[in-house]
C-alpha cells in the first residue's frame, strides 16, 4: 500500500496513475464489503438454523440410576432447553442483558427444577434468548437477536420466554422451560402454535431462579444473591428479602400434550392417579368479544369438542369482568370512567393495572440498586418501562395485594372444584416485527387484561394451540383455581385430540355469522 501512494506522488500529473489508483481502491473497498457481507450472511444462517433460540448450547445429560433395573423415567429420552433465567452450575445466569452478564459470578448450585427434570431422565441442551430482564411481553432482544416465529416469521414470537418456546415450535427440543410474570409463556405459545402451561402461585420451586417479581409472603436466604453480583451491595440488603411472587412463576411449553403432563407430574409432585371429577366448562364470553378472531374457531371448536366426550357437563357462559368487578371490592380504589361498562371495560382495566404495577414494585424491590449502580444498556421499550419501575413511587402497596387476595377468593368461589374458565389467550395476532412503536401501548393494555386473571388470582392456566386465522396461530386458554393444576392437565389431556379434530372440521366449513360482532378496537 506504501509503495502505492509513493507511486502517486511521484507520479501526481499522470492521470493514468490516478485512474489506476482509484480501481485499486474501489478494489480493497468492494473486497472488505464483500467480506463483511459473508460474514453477515454467515451469523445470519448460523441464526436461522436455531431460529435464533438459543443464547448457549451444553449438554446435562440426566443423572445416572442405580445398577438395578429401575422403571423406564417418566422423562427418559426427551430433551428441553431452559430460560436464561434458572440456575446452571458453572454458568452465568445472564437474564436477556450482556450487562447482568458481565457483572455476575457463575452459578455454584443449580436450580431444583432443573435438577428435577435431569433426575427424571431428561436431557438439557441449552439455555435460550429472553427479553431483557424479563420486562418485555414482545421477544425482541436488541442484544441477541429476536428468535424467528417458526409459524409466522414476520412476526414477533411473544415473550419473554421468545427462544424456549421459539425452539419448542420448531422442534429443537421436546419441552422447555420458561416463567411468566404478566404472561410470559402464555404469550409466547399463543403466537408460535404451541402449548403452554403456567402453574398455580407456589407449586412449582423458585429456588435457583432469578426474582422478578415478589410478594410479601415467602422468605428465601438473600445470600445468594450478594455472592453472585461483583456489584458491592448496599448496606441495606445483607438480609435481603428474596420472596415468592404472586405474579412470578415457572412454566412450560411443549408440542405434544403428552409431554406437557409428564413434565408436569414431575414438576408439580402430584398422585399418578386420582379420582376422576366431572369437569364444568364456564366461557367468558365478554372476552371472547375482545378477541379478534372469530368464535366459530375458538368457542365454537371447544363447544363441539366436549359434546363428543363423557365426564362433562353442559357447558356455561358468563359475563366474566362483570362478575369480577361485582366479587373484587378493593378494584374500585383503581376504577377508570368508562362508556364501556356493558363489557366490563372499566374493571378489566383496573385489573390489569393492579398488576403491572405489582410487577413493577416487585422489580424496584429486587433490582433498583443494580439498575442504578451499573446504569445497563437496554432497548428504547425495556429500559421505558424499567426506569418507570424505578422511578415511580408506590402508595397503597397493601390494596395492590389485597386485589389479589379478593381475585383468587372470586375464582374459588365461580369454579368451584369442578370449575374450568374457557378464555382467549391473548386478544390480538402477534405485531409484525419491528412494529411495537406504532400500538405498543393499545397491544400491551388489551393483552393484560385477560393475562391479569390468572396472575393476580395465582391460578393454573393451559394454553391450547386451535389451528390459524388469517395466517397467525390461534389459541384458545383454560383457566383454573389456585392448586388445581392436576385437574387442569388432565383435563387438557382429555380433551386435546377432539379440540384438533373440531379444528379441522372448522376449517372445512363456511363462516358462521358472528352473533355478538367482535369489539372494536377503539372502544378500548
Not at 422403571?71 to 429420552?77: F, I, M, N, V
Not at 445466569?93 to 431444583?112: C, I, Q, V, Y
Not at 369480577?324 to 374500585?332: D, G, M, R
Not at 390489569?352 to 432497548?379: A, C, D, I
Request: aromatic share 8%; glycine share 6%; hydrophobic share 40%.
Amino acid at each position: 500500500m506504501s509503495k502505492t501512494i509513493n507511486l502517486i506522488k511521484a507520479n501526481a500529473s499522470n492521470p493514468k496513475v490516478w485512474i489506476v489508483a482509484g480501481i485499486t481502491v474501489a478494489g480493497i473497498l468492494l473486497l472488505a464489503d464483500t467480506t463483511r457481507r459473508r460474514r453477515r450472511r454467515k451469523a445470519i444462517i448460523i441464526q436461522r438454523q436455531d431460529f435464533g433460540a438459543f443464547l448457549e448450547r451444553f449438554d446435562l445429560i440426566p443423572f445416572p440410576q442405580p445398577p438395578t433395573p429401575p422403571a423406564k423415567l417418566p422423562l427418559q429420552g426427551l430433551t428441553f432447553a431452559i430460560k436464561d433465567i434458572f440456575d446452571v452450575k458453572g454458568y452465568v445466569t445472564g437474564f436477556g442483558n450482556p450487562d447482568w452478564r458481565r457483572t455476575h459470578e457463575p452459578s455454584d448450585k443449580m436450580a431444583l427444577v432443573l435438577t428435577a427434570l435431569l433426575q427424571n431422565g431428561a436431557k438439557c441442551v441449552g439455555k435460550t434468548v429472553m427479553d431483557e430482564l424479563a420486562f418485555g411481553i414482545t421477544g425482541e432482544n436488541k442484544h441477541y437477536g429476536t428468535p424467528i416465529n417458526p409459524k409466522v416469521q414476520s412476526n414477533i414470537p411473544g415473550g419473554s420466554s421468545s427462544g424456549s418456546a421459539v425452539a419448542v415450535a420448531a422442534e429443537f427440543v421436546d419441552f422447555a422451560l420458561g416463567t411468566d410474570t404478566i404472561g410470559c409463556i402464555r404469550i409466547p405459545a399463543s403466537f408460535c402454535g404451541i402449548l403452554g402451561f403456567r402453574p398455580s402461585h407456589r407449586a412449582v420451586s423458585t429456588i435457583g431462579l432469578i426474582p422478578h417479581s415478589q410478594s410479601l409472603d415467602t422468605i428465601v436466604n438473600g445470600c445468594c444473591l450478594r455472592k453472585r453480583s461483583r456489584q458491592l451491595c448496599p448496606s441495606r440488603f445483607p438480609l435481603l428479602l428474596l420472596i415468592s411472587s404472586n405474579v412470578d412463576f415457572k412454566g412450560w411449553f411443549a408440542r405434544d400434550p403428552s409431554v406437557l403432563h409428564r413434565v408436569g407430574h414431575v414438576l408439580l409432585k402430584v398422585k399418578a392417579v386420582e379420582p376422576k371429577r366431572e369437569r364444568r366448562l364456564v366461557f367468558a364470553d365478554d372476552l371472547f368479544q375482545l378477541s379478534k378472531v372469530t368464535k366459530q374457531k375458538t368457542v365454537y371448536v371447544v363447544s363441539k369438542a366436549i359434546e363428543k366426550l363423557s365426564g362433562y357437563q353442559p357447558p356455561q357462559h358468563i359475563n366474566f369482568s362483570q362478575y369480577v368487578a361485582s366479587n373484587v371490592p378493593s378494584l374500585k380504589a383503581f376504577g377508570q370512567n368508562s362508556t364501556n361498562l356493558q363489557y366490563g371495560i372499566s374493571a378489566l382495566k383496573a385489573l390489569s393495572s393492579v398488576m403491572v404495577s405489582l410487577q413493577s414494585y416487585e422489580f424496584k424491590t429486587n433490582h433498583e440498586e443494580w439498575v442504578k449502580n451499573v446504569k445497563p444498556r437496554l432497548g428504547p421499550e425495556i429500559s421505558h418501562r424499567v426506569l418507570a419501575a424505578i422511578n415511580t413511587k408506590y402508595e397503597n402497596v397493601k390494596v395492590l395485594y389485597k386485589v389479589g387476595t379478593e381475585m383468587r377468593a372470586a375464582l374459588q368461589s365461580l369454579l368451584k372444584d369442578d370449575g374450568i374458565l374457557v378464555i382467549p389467550t391473548i386478544v390480538d395476532p402477534p405485531p409484525k416485527l419491528n412494529s411495537m412503536k406504532d400500538y405498543s401501548t393499545e397491544f400491551h393494555d388489551r393483552a393484560c387484561a385477560v393475562l391479569s386473571i390468572a396472575s393476580m388470582s395465582g391460578g393454573c392456566q393451559a394454553c391450547v394451540p386451535l389451528g390459524n386465522d388469517a395466517g397467525c396461530p390461534v389459541s384458545v386458554s383454560f383457566v383454573s383455581y389456585h392448586g388445581a393444576d392436576k385437574f387442569l392437565l388432565d383435563a387438557v389431556l382429555d380433551m386435546y385430540a377432539s379440540l384438533q379434530d373440531q379444528v379441522s372440521i372448522a376449517s372445512k366449513s363456511a363462516p358462521l355469522p358472528d352473533v355478538n360482532g367482535n369489539m372494536d378496537a377503539s372502544q378500548w
